[in-house]
């Protein structure tokens, strides 16, 4: 591709679209070949794959820009890089959204049919889906998009059904009734993951229980009086002295006329809590149903899948939970049951897809056993050397919390997109047979079979990713990927909240079908929020779109906004001033580009040896900012290294706008000017490290970062097969560093001053420095052009005095020694004097401003009456204008001084 010059003005449109297009169709994104690459090692991610039919968001574009930052350093720095994208068939979701349409048609999935709804899944999931991997690439990932899989392709559906057989085999998923999260919208068990958990102000019910046959009772509180239609038993703690006498009586349900009995359960029931003794309702409590399995209690179902009440609720049958409970209130009240009512704070669960109130509930389902899969789990994370990390460390520490409290996971769903689970049963016998192939006939009858009509749970396909994207259950395949050291593979990037029900998951199918660990460690990234710290979402009115920061400011500045700020240890506040900062930044590379290239020259012929010539032949400035970028690339790669993506990203940023631009570039404009070996070495070190640096930035800022290197002299080939920047260490000089330190403070305590005296940049002023630091004044004597151009001087005066302060003057400590800075102005007599009427018009105003200031806060019904910010607000706007009159005498006093001379 032949060079051209840079525009005048970067334009992120013209240069992202074009570059991407190029680096796939030269295949940079694809695994390079281990027979053509022997020396170098693999290095391999598959993506957490987003719903199909979703669209990017900002927690999408912060997890994919940390993706995509960490492929493209491991390409620099020379591994072989694979990341395998794909999409989730987002079962839950697509099943919702396609009954929405066939709700406005006046028909449910039941009156289509199984097959023909599934069909318009699929028709849903064409039209819509693909939309998210496109707006990936505009991120700018260089994910191997001839890899893509998806999660209902055919390959993968065999890898599901594959791995729900051998877990049946080897006796952990069985088919059982346990209490599930039930959605009555949506007409299927939900997950955890799936659970929306909020505060509720509701109602506590204090109710008694009357004994049964004698005076007296039990008094149980309840937030949800529906539920105790179904209670099978009053529990209380055996420890608890106050219910001693009550231990192996009955009590009656109110209501029912029911007898039930007194147990104790001291899991169940903490007798510090509450009243200390607890209703017990096993089909609609988790902790009741396990307390029901402890003591054989029966399960009363008194709710249905439709969250009406049961025929088991007796007079309350056909009610809608929430009409109930108001009945039943009432009735308890009636009948003197009802102690007392008190204002209550507890959680409720709602489905995060539709917002309904879930109901435990009671029902049979596939559940897979955790305990083995557990144990296998916590051999790997469990251990001083763990073989999966996580960063940072405290989430493996959740993780093993997580894994020795778990339960049983209800793995099928009662909705007809996903998996169909490959367990048939017959219609004779009711013997389930489970397989991938449909049986002719049931193996113990020979009856006629049917295949359940359930699907699996999204998270059960998912948990599979890591491993069946590269070629499992085929074994060749599979083993190619072994071999080509894709799997294991290197790093999973993850959110928090789906830490437990897919992180881990994954490490579990992976030990028990591929012996193997899925992947090396796991990074747990920053939670994006808003500005206020607030929980981004489009429905709360928090949200940003992350396409429209890049229509507007181009993906680089998108990206780099958000790994800015991604520590790993903190969540992020984003807000837009952040992508602005960014913008300017791509803009500031931009202009720096261009002036290097224009002042390259196009005879330039890049030096490979510009650190050892400066170490013969190099000017402080030029040795200073060689030291700089060598500290700059080790800081930089170290933080890559430990995933901190905002310390690299700030090291590149301070570095190369601070000290590059503001400082260096600013040194090198007068040798430049001139011709000679001076410019000549300019030109190289200018040459040497923004071509560094430029590499350094790819990860952040692929696009524009690409489009200035094609235009540095000695690149022909792309920037994605570059070599990673590396410093060695005797580029480091901590004394050379002091030494510009030094000429830096001078120059800024000379700009300030320049600034409180009002003296703008065009007009001449002279510089004095006094100090008795001999090897602070031998380094400004060398570099006076430099201090001079910077602080935009016409003369240097460097004396031994350092109490010589002619006008105003500014102390600073250079090399740990004190210095004196101080400016006259080189002005003639009409300029000094319209700096004094200018001066002596602001000091007239800011005098009035302070007069009325000051009357404010001697009025005492003001200093009674305004709000405390009030009176501090105006309190630090009286001080700040009596330092200003201040800082306004001493200028005129100066110029006034220099009036008379």
């Known amino acids: 591709m032949a060079k051209a010059q840079l525009a005048k003005a970067y334009d992120p449109k013209q240069v992202e679209g074009r570059w991407y297009d190029f680096w796939q169709s030269q295949g940079y994104f694809r695994l390079p070949s281990k027979s053509k690459r022997q020396d170098a090692k693999a290095y391999c991610i598959t993506i957490p794959p987003p719903n199909v039919t979703g669209a990017l968001h900002m927690g999408h574009a912060l997890q994919h820009s940390i993706h995509d930052c960490i492929a493209r ?172 006498e009550f231990h192996g009586k009955r009590v009656v349900l109110p209501l029912m006329k029911r007898e039930i009995p007194v147990i104790c359960d001291d899991e169940l029931v903490d007798p510090e809590f509450g009243t200390g003794a607890v209703k017990v309702t096993p089909a609609h409590d ?11 209690l029966p399960s009363e179902v008194v709710i249905g899948e439709d969250a009406r009440m049961t025929e088991q609720a007796k007079q309350y049958a056909g009610l809608d939970r929430y009409e109930a409970r108001q009945r039943i209130v009432t009735d308890l009240e009636e009948q003197d049951l009802l102690v ?87 219609e004779s016998c009711e013997h389930w047979m489970v397989q991938v192939e449909a049986p002719e006939r049931c193996e113990k009858c020979g009856g006629k079979t049917e295949q359940d009509e359930d699907t699996l749970d999204t998270w059960f396909s998912s948990a599979l990713w890591p491993f069946a994207v ?42 028990e079908f591929t012996e193997k660990i899925p992947f090396e460690q796991v990074l747990v990234h920053a939670t994006l929020l808003d500005i206020e710290g607030r929980r981004m979402s489009k429905s709360l009115g928090t949200g940003v779109d992350p396409l429209e920061l890049i229509a507007g400011y181009g993906s680089d500045a998108t990206r780099f ?63 200073w900012i060689l030291s700089r970028y060598a500290q700059t690339l080790q800081a930089s790669n170290e933080a890559l290294e430990r995933y901190d993506m905002a310390e690299a990203a700030r090291s590149l940023y301070d570095f190369f706008w601070s000290e590059f631009c503001d400082w260096f570039v600013e040194v090198c404009k007068p040798p430049l000017k001139a011709s000679g070996e001076a410019a000549q070495r300019a030109r190289q070190v200018l040459w040497f ?42 580029w480091r000089d901590e004394e050379i560093e002091r030494e510009f330190e030094a000429l830096e403070q001078v120059v800024v305590a000379a700009r300030k001053l320049r600034a409180d005296q009002g003296i703008p940049a065009v007009q001449r002023a002279s510089i004095h420095i006094g100090t008795a630091a001999e090897p602070i ?80 806060l ?32 001493a200028q005129l006093s100066d110029i006034q001084t220099s009036l008379r001379e």
């Open 73 to 244: 350093w491991r390409r620099l720095c020379g591994d072989r890089v694979l990341v395998v994208p794909g999409t989730d068939h987002a079962a839950i979701s697509t099943n919702r959204q396609v009954e929405k349409a066939l709700a406005e048609e006046g028909i449910s999935r039941h009156d289509l049919g199984r097959e023909k709804f599934v069909e318009r899944c699929w028709e849903w999931t064409r039209r819509y889906g693909g939309q998210i991997t496109e707006q990936l690439r505009a991120l700018g990932c260089s994910y191997d998009w001839d890899r893509t899989r998806f999660t209902l392709d055919d390959a993968y559906y065999r890898a599901v059904h594959e791995a729900f057989v051998r877990f049946h085999e080897r006796g952990w998923l069985y088919r059982g009734h346990r209490v599930v999260n039930w959605c009555p919208e949506c007409n299927s068990t939900v997950s955890d993951l799936e659970v929306q958990r909020s505060d509720h102000h509701g109602k506590l019910w204090h109710i008694k229980y009357p004994l049964a046959g004698e005076e007296g009772g039990i008094v149980v509180a309840t937030t949800r009086p529906e539920t105790m239609l179904g209670d099978t038993a009053v529990a209380v703690n055996s420890r608890d002295p106050r219910y001693r």
């Open 286 to 296: 988790v902790n009741d149903f396990e307390a029901g399995e402890r003591n054989g």
């Open 340 to 426: 007392k009512v008190e204002d209550y704070e507890y959680t409720i669960g709602r489905h995060d897809r539709c917002h309904t109130v879930l109901e435990p509930l009671l029902s049979e389902q596939w559940f897979l056993g955790m305990s083995d899969l557990a144990q296998m789990v916590l051999k790997v994370i469990d251990a001083s050397d763990p073989e999966v990390s996580y960063v940072p460390d405290r989430f493996r520490r959740y993780t093993i919390e997580w894994l020795e409290n778990l339960r049983d996971w209800n793995v099928s769903r009662q909705i007809w997109w996903g998996h169909r689970i490959p367990a048939h049963r017959c």
């Open 470 to 511: 590269l070629g499992w259950p085929d074994e060749s395949e599979f083993a190619k990927a072994c071999d080509e050291g894709i799997y294991p593979t290197h790093l999973m990037i993850t959110a928090r909240d789906i830490l437990y029900l897919w992180i881990v998951r994954m490490v579990m199918t992976s030990l």
């Open 561 to 623: 906004s958000l790994l800015y700020q991604c520590a790993s240890d903190q969540d992020i506040r984003f807000g837009i001033e952040r992508t602005e900062m960014a913008r300017n930044f791509c803009n500031k590379i931009w202009n720096a580009s261009r002036f290097v290239l224009m002042n390259l020259g196009e005879d330039f012929t890049p030096r490979s040896d510009v650190p050892e010539l400066l170490r013969d032949q190099g000017s402080l400035a030029e040795r």
């Open 689 to 730: 490290v923004l071509e560094g640096t430029i590499r350094a930035l790819h990860p952040f800022m692929p696009f524009i970062t690409e489009e200035v290197w094609r235009q540095l002299p000695g690149h022909e080939e792309s920037l994605m097969v570059a070599a990673w920047p590396r410093a060695d260490s005797r």
């Open 777 to 856: 004044r031998r380094v400004l004597r060398e570099h006076e052009d430099a201090v001079l151009l910077l602080a935009h001087g016409t003369r240097l005066d460097i004396s031994e005095d350092s109490d010589s302060r002619p006008g105003m003057a500014e102390l600073v400590h250079c090399l740990g020694q004190p210095v004196i800075v101080a400016i006259e102005r080189d002005a003639s007599r009409a300029e000094l004097e319209q700096q004094r009427v200018r001066l002596q018009r602001e000091l007239d105003r800011v005098e009035q401003e302070s007069r009325n200031l000051a009357k404010k």
């Open 858 to 889: 001697e009025n005492t019904q003001f200093m009674e009456r305004a709000p405390a910010e009030v009176r501090e607000r105006t309190g630090a706007r009286h001080r700040a204008a009596s330092e200003r009159i201040q800082a306004l005498r």
